[in-house]
């Protein structure tokens, strides 16, 4: 029988300890050394160089982790600088999708990830699949080796993968969370596109006011000056040129203004003052205020009946939905519902204090709570705030596009009208 080196740490102690095992596998050399109560960081055949799990914690930080009895794993070194994400959503859901496909068609998880890993195109992803291998092989969980990628696996994906484990059905749940993933993208891109319209145009109209106000106004500026020989100018035409004076002969200072209120608003959103104040402005604007509240509604229902669904226990999900709500007041509101559960209370009544949510919306978790489907309501509440923000994107569309051919024509109108006063007093001096 093959002997096997090994370096693990004492899950009691935190010491490490060496020595060598005879196991038919490195898989099974792992398996045994767990349940001897050991955490492996290096295991390699007799006469190899032991492979590294990760590099050897100092014993306190052992001692700390010990707590979640996570192993440690593999964490290679970076093949080169990444900027942004490693991998948007939409990769990340097609990666969630083929790993269920294949968990379900039976192969092993850690085969399945290699097999993943190798048809990979994104360097970068492609290392942290390596990595996801490495661990189990070093005889961690799926779970633990999500732990190590807190900035690509969230709080939501690496809990409902650690329920699918404890429950032995990874696959179904690796299928719920990828099914979860695409429609929590597909309200998020239709929140984007009811607000794309308007930005479009708010651009447009900015480009074409300043274009008038650099070049178009100051032409018609030398005529006045010309025709009407020191001639007092109508107040709304010389409202006009100063503003036009003022943009051409500053241009530098006026992009410098419109840059420092654009980071001067990005610093006060990210203060707590400042998100609490713009995401209480999202969910009560008009027009748009009902949309956004409509999908955090949406986001929170399927986030919780989805934990719920996989075996996740209510205080956590409650905690990890929290998290993930997108917006302040719906996080203290859900702070609320936790404190009142942990007390014995139910998920509706206190829900329904807080006043942020509709009645319906309490009242059918609540008919959930009562029948033992909480979950399959959750979803069904889900569903149907999905059909409503599809019907406000609609509804928002139609609106908004003639308020901004109205403020287009407003603007640009005001300007031609006051181009126009004084080219009707020239006219009449010279009749």
């Not at 490195?26 to 109560?37: C, I, N, T, W, Y």
């Not at 986030?303 to 226990?313: D, H, K, N």
């Not at 979803?379 to 409503?388: Q, S």
């Amino acid at each position: 029988m093959p002997k096997f080196n090994y370096s693990a740490i004492e899950s009691s102690s935190g010491k490490e300890k060496k020595g060598s095992i005879d196991s038919v596998s490195s898989e099974q050399a792992s398996a045994d050394l767990k349940a001897m109560g050991l955490i492996p960081t290096a295991l390699a055949a007799d006469g190899a160089t032991p492979r590294q799990g990760l590099p050897t914690k100092k014993k306190s930080d052992v001692s700390s982790s010990l707590g979640t009895a996570a192993p440690l794993h593999a964490k290679k070194k970076s093949k080169g600088m990444t900027f942004g994400k490693v991998i948007n959503t939409a990769g990340l859901t097609v990666f969630t999708r083929q790993l269920a496909t294949l968990v379900n068609a039976g192969l092993p998880i850690m085969r399945s990830l290699e097999t993943l890993g190798r048809q990979e195109k994104n360097p970068a992803f492609k290392e942290i699949i390596e990595s996801l291998v490495e661990s189990i092989r070093s005889g961690g969980n799926f779970s633990d080796g999500l732990l190590q990628h807190p900035k690509v696996f969230d709080r939501l994906y690496v809990n409902m993968v650690k329920a699918g484990e404890a429950g032995g059905v990874l696959g179904t749940v690796l299928e719920r969370l990828a099914r979860f993933m695409e429609k929590a993208e597909k309200i998020k891109g239709k929140v984007k596109s009811a607000m794309m319209y308007p930005v479009i145009i708010l651009c447009v109209a900015v480009a074409i006011v300043s274009a008038l106000m650099v070049f178009v106004i100051p032409k018609f500026q030398e005529i006045f000056t010309g025709m009407l020989k020191g001639q007092s100018l109508p107040l709304l035409t010389q409202a006009v040129l100063n503003v036009s004076n003022f943009i051409k002969n500053h241009i530098v200072i006026t992009i410098g203004i419109g840059t420092v209120l654009y980071f001067a608003f990005k610093v006060y959103h990210k203060t707590r003052q400042g998100t609490r104040v713009v995401d209480w402005l999202f969910l009560h604007a008009p027009a748009l205020g009902p949309l956004f509240l409509k999908a955090s509604i949406s986001r929170f229902t399927r986030t919780l009946g989805t934990l719920l669904s996989s075996g996740v226990p209510i205080l956590q999900a409650l905690l990890i939905t929290r998290d993930t709500s997108g917006n302040v007041h719906v996080a203290d509101a859900l702070n609320i519902v936790h404190d009142r559960v942990k007390e014995g209370d139910n998920v509706a009544r206190p829900l329904d204090s807080t006043n942020v949510f509709p009645t319906m919306v309490t009242s059918m978790i609540e008919v959930g709570e009562e029948t033992g489907a909480l979950p399959e309501m959750l979803n069904r509440v889900a569903d149907t705030y999905d059909e409503e923000v599809d019907n406000s994107v609609a509804a928002l569309t139609s609106i908004i596009e003639p308020i901004m051919i109205v403020f287009m024509a407003v603007v640009v109108g005001t300007i031609v009208i006051a181009l126009f006063l004084p080219i009707i007093r020239i006219i009449q001096s010279l009749s």
